[in-house]
Nanobody, 114 residues
């Protein structure tokens, strides 16, 4: 049974910070290209950040504010979010690849007040 479990979302004021976690169960994340996505109401799900064994990349909207990282010993991927803006409000999802379309977590809500 493969499961990705996100945590760390919540309500925060603009300018504040949150750290999201994505823990893998029944799956080894070490060698996988992992992504954080987000989806706001009425919008397409969009890629926020990606991490491989050797590099990271970010959507322009979050570049310089968010940092994706991983702790292979904990089988966990993180998203550190600083200088949060109201437009960052969304459900944030963790993604791992698979031969049949990938795995998604259930999501964690991030709400940023002005």
């Amino acid at each position: 049974q493969v499961q990705l479990v996100e945590s760390g979302g919540g309500l925060v004021q603009a300018g504040g910070s949150l750290r999201l976690s994505c823990a893998g169960f029944g799956i080894i994340l070490r060698s996988k290209t992992m992504g954080w996505y987000r989806q706001a109401p009425g919008k397409q799900r969009e890629l926020v950040a990606i991490i491989t064994s050797g590099w990271t990349n970010y959507a322009d909207a979050v570049k310089g504010r968010f940092t994706i990282s991983r702790d292979n010993a904990e089988n966990t991927v993180y998203l550190q979010m600083n200088s949060l803006k109201p437009e960052d409000t969304a459900v944030y999802y963790c993604h791992a690849p698979s031969p049949i379309g990938g795995y998604w977590g259930q999501g964690t809500q991030v709400t940023v007040s002005s």
